[in-house]
């Protein structure tokens, strides 16, 4: 069967500076997999080009079995869906109005919703906890509720591949768990979810795969328990830690060091 998500010896550069060098990955629908890495380290880049947002230098980014660069908008579209770390409402539109966005991928943009968009959107709005701003001018709402939008808009699209570009990074608790939530039961419905994360006791948490990120290139990846290797957490992130064992979990609870610097 082909993976829904296969990238080979991937680069991608901005002029002369690469920012990503040869990552590959092989990723399953109803999978999870996390990018972790320092600030620079090519998270961002990477998953704006499964997106298709930026072309990738060398290598191959195929979305089941089509490379990304070759497909129209509205192909990527309903493949691909992607919530960035920070979202800008639209002026004057409704909570609903904008996650009918989504649907321009499946009708024209001047076409009125069917009763399948009006479905999605329904379903959207009751998965994401927010039917009762579903009238609201999005611009009102506090920015952990826009960012629910923004989930929203990204599931009544329906692609079978939802990007988290560190999309919790500025929430708080309850709404950084509410939007890993949503994400995983996502998984349970068969799309696969990629999500850049800072942090390491989350992505242990919510992911079934993980990539770390050294200065654009792999520095581990596989299972949690594979990846969350002190040493190598240590050395990637230049920063000492304390780990902390979980009595339930293959992997350590990890925090910082204050009384050490490496």
Known sequence: MTPLLTIHQCSICFGQKGVVTDVSLSADAGSFVALIGPNGAGKSSLLRAIAGIIRHAAGSIRLASTEVALMTPAQRARMVAMVSQ??????????????????????????????????????????????????????????GEQQRVAVARAIAQESQILILD????????????????????????????IAAMHDLNLAAAYATHIILLDNGRVAAQGTPADVLQQIVLERVYRTALISIPLP??????????HSQSL
Do not use: K, N
């Open 86 to 143: 920070q979202t800008v409402m639209p002026e004057g539109f409704t909570v609903r109005e904008v996650i009918e966005m989504a649907r321009y991928a499946y009708r024209p943009w001047y076409a009125s919703a069917s009763i399948a968009d009006t479905e999605a959107v329904d379903r959207a709005l009751m998965q994401c906890e927010i039917m009762q701003f579903a009238d609201v001018p999005a611009t009102q709402l506090s920015g």
């Open 166 to 193: 560190e999309a919790t990074a500025h929430l708080d608790l309850h709404h950084q768990a509410a939007i890993l939530r949503i994400s995983r039961e996502m998984t349970h419905r068969g799309v696969l979810v």
């Open 248 to 257: 339930d979990a293959p992997y350590p609870l990890y925090i910082l060091d």
